[in-house]
């Protein structure tokens, strides 16, 4: 285990070394090129920022304007029918739009009901399953300035929805 730990450490220490002999062999002016890049990934943090201050704002918007509750309420008897925990509800739509939202009603969950009960394997599972679709989508397309996005956003919820019912599905035949 400690030759594993080891290498862990001085995995990034020698890439970095790597890629400055590699570029020092193919006379690149390393630091040089290092600025650029920086230079470049700090426009492109100024042009999402709206992107990202919008989701910020509109999930604070759901989360305390109670329509995250409505939206559960409303889903109830359809997620009774099929065996989804409707206590996970709000965490599978909160995962769409938030990583640290959804980790937060994760973290509620396991207080509540604990990491070992069904509910909590299966809110681990489905967080390992499925993505932050609408996040993911505005940074990655804004930062490459795709506006046709054609497909995309039904492809990754069906991905998504995909991933968590898989999850579902998964803990049921194991955990029962």
């Known amino acids: 285990m400690k030759i594993v730990s080891l290498i862990s450490d001085m995995l990034v220490p020698l890439v970095m070394a790597y890629i400055i002999f590699y570029g020092y062999g193919k006379k690149i002016n390393i630091y040089e090129t290092f600025i650029e890049g920086a230079a470049q990934g700090f426009k492109i943090v100024l042009e999402i920022m709206p992107a990202l201050i919008g989701l ?5 918007v759901v989360a305390e304007s109670g329509l995250l509750e409505l939206l559960c309420d409303m889903a109830k008897p359809f997620t009774e029918k099929i065996g989804f925990p ?10 769409l739009v938030s990583s640290s ?3 937060g ?4 969950i396991f207080r509540q009901y604990t990491p070992d009960s069904f509910i909590g394997r299966f809110v681990s599972i489905m967080m390992c399953c ?9 940074v990655y397309f804004m930062s490459v300035k795709v506006t046709k996005t054609r497909y995309t956003l039904a492809g990754a919820l069906l991905a998504n929805f995909a991933g968590v019912a898989a999850s579902l599905w998964i ?5 029962g």
Do not use: N, Q
């Not at 009603?105 to 509620?108: A, M, T």
């Not at 803990?171 to 955990?175: A, G, I, L, S």
């Open 56 to 60: 910020m704002t509109a999930v604070g």
């Open 171 to 175: 803990c049921k035949v194991c955990f």
């Open 105 to 108: 009603l994760l973290l509620d």
């Open 86 to 95: 409707t206590e996970a509800l709000p965490l599978t739509l909160m995962r």
């Open 101 to 103: 939202a959804a980790t």
């Open 130 to 138: 499925t993505e932050t679709v609408f996040y993911t989508l505005s």
